[in-house]
């Protein structure tokens, strides 16, 4: 899509999460796409127009690119598949000047769009709030000891909060949890910084090991080709309910708690 232009814009229901902004088709319809960037969740596709096309997957959203047409000329990449005509969930369909088609396949219509001012985009009110990302240099251990202070709330909780630290989720904060040996239950203000300290680099081993996984695939998740992610073979903790602890000596089984609404799986013996 970098350096392409949108020659048409079909959006084929009036929301998603929330509904569309007013206008988007006309908006997106001639823009040039001048680069594609990520925050947190959010896709972020900067157009010359002065906006950005904001898009969240939601927990089935998928972006599918396919030829207009039979013919696969030179486009390289298992990840293109023939879609000639809009299915049921494709809910936004761009056509772009090359005659490629990037169509956003939605089932469960959890997903999001918007169009955001560029200059504007900092504060809006999706992006505004966001924490550090966890591969980033401003995520540290020094930063997270500062946040959590004085905190009431169990370390898993805040580790999902937002604010605290984007784009973590579910999964990789109780394998992160459990390989630093830590409870999901203990108050975050409470955690020493020596702990923190090792906390951190396991997040980013965590994450970094689950992205040359390609995800992990539970129900909807798929990569870019379309395959399952297979970081869920690789699970420690999470969806291993009454099984035994893989640490090393450990005779603890792996226990299922509700936090917030989230399953929390750990290891009562070994995390503390």
């Known amino acids: 899509m ?89 809910h936004v369909v761009l056509d772009m000047a090359d005659g490629t088609r990037i169509t956003f396949n939605d089932t469960r219509r959890f997903g999001a769009m918007d169009l955001i001012s560029t200059d504007a985009l900092d504060a809006h009110k999706l992006i505004a709030h966001l924490g550090p990302e966890p591969l980033g240099n401003g995520f540290d251990s020094t930063y997270l000891a500062q946040k959590l202070d004085g905190k009431k709330s169990p370390i898993k909780s805040a580790l999902l ?39 951190v680099p396991i997040i980013r081993d965590v994450l970094t090991e689950a992205i040359a996984a390609g995800g992990s695939s539970l129900k909807d998740h798929r990569q870019t080709n379309g395959d399952l992610g297979y970081f869920q073979h690789s699970f420690a903790a999470y969806g291993r309910e009454s099984e035994k602890c893989r640490t090393l000596n450990c005779t603890g089984s792996i226990k299922r708690i509700v936090q917030a609404g989230r399953s929390t799986f750990f290891c009562a013996k070994c995390q503390n």
């Open 161 to 199: 909060d937002q604010r605290v630290v984007s784009g973590l989720g579910n999964i990789y904060v109780c394998e992160s949890l459990w390989r630093a040996g830590i409870s999901p239950t203990r108050l975050s203000g409470e955690i020493d910084q020596p702990i923190l300290d090792k906390l």
């Open 2 to 90: 970098t350096g392409a232009v949108i020659t048409r814009a079909d959006i084929r229901r009036p929301d998603l999460r929330w509904p569309f902004p007013d206008n988007m088709a006309t908006r997106l319809t001639g823009a040039t796409v001048l680069r594609l960037r990520r925050r947190s969740k959010y896709i972020l596709c900067d157009l010359d127009t002065g906006e950005t096309l904001l898009i969240h997957l939601g927990m089935s959203g998928r972006m599918i690119i396919t030829p207009l047409t039979g013919d696969r000329g030179d486009m390289l990449g298992e990840f293109h598949k023939f879609h000639t005509a809009p299915e049921k969930h494709d």
